[in-house]
Structure formats: structure tokens, C-alpha cells
């Protein structure tokens, strides 16, 4: 495996953002679990509470966050 270059992170953390925003356009309360959940580490009953939800909701909404953002991102040009 070849070392990472220093560009691949910003890249790879570039490539989340935009696929996030376009999964936004899809489901914006999903999106915003996302963020709530990886970026805030916010627990699925937090976040629950703020979007005023249900925790299967929310790990739902999160369930489908993952399986759109893993195949959109593995479709970006340059990934394998």
C-alpha cells in the first residue's frame, strides 16, 4: 500500500462535504443527523431530542446516511 500524500485528507475530507451537501438535497433532517452524530458526537437519544424524533428514527436516518455517502463517495472519479 503507498503512503499517503499529504493532499489525500483534504481530499477525502473535501469529497465528504460535498457528498453530505448533496445527500442534504435528499434528506435534510438525515444530513443533519450526520452532523449531529460524526462531527457534533452527539449520542443517537441526543439527537433525537434536538430533531424531535424517535432513536429508531434517528438510526435509520443514519443507517441510509452511511449506505448513500459509502456509494457516493466510492463513485467518485480517482476512488477505487
Same mark, same amino acid.
Given at each position: 500500500?503507498?503512503?499517503?500524500?499529504p493532499g489525500?485528507?483534504?481530499?477525502?475530507? /473535501?469529497?465528504?462535504?460535498?457528498?453530505?451537501?448533496?445527500?442534504?438535497?435528499?434528506?435534510? &433532517? !438525515?444530513?443533519?443527523?450526520? #452532523? *449531529?452524530?460524526?462531527?457534533?458526537?452527539?449520542?443517537?437519544?441526543?439527537?433525537?431530542?434536538? /430533531?424531535?424524533?424517535?432513536?429508531?428514527?434517528?438510526?435509520?436516518?443514519?443507517?441510509?446516511? &452511511? !449506505?448513500?455517502?459509502?456509494? #457516493? *463517495?466510492?463513485?467518485?472519479?480517482?476512488?477505487?
Open positions: 500500500q503507498a503512503p499517503a500524500r489525500d485528507a483534504r481530499e477525502q475530507v /473535501l469529497a465528504l462535504h460535498q457528498s453530505l451537501q448533496r445527500f442534504a438535497g435528499f434528506d435534510p &433532517r !438525515a444530513a443533519h443527523a450526520v #452532523e *449531529l452524530a460524526y462531527f457534533g458526537g452527539m449520542t443517537h437519544d441526543e439527537i433525537a431530542c434536538l /430533531l424531535e424524533v424517535s432513536v429508531p428514527t434517528v438510526e435509520r436516518d443514519l443507517r441510509i446516511a &452511511r !449506505a448513500w455517502l459509502k456509494r #457516493e *463517495l466510492s463513485a467518485e472519479p480517482g476512488r477505487p
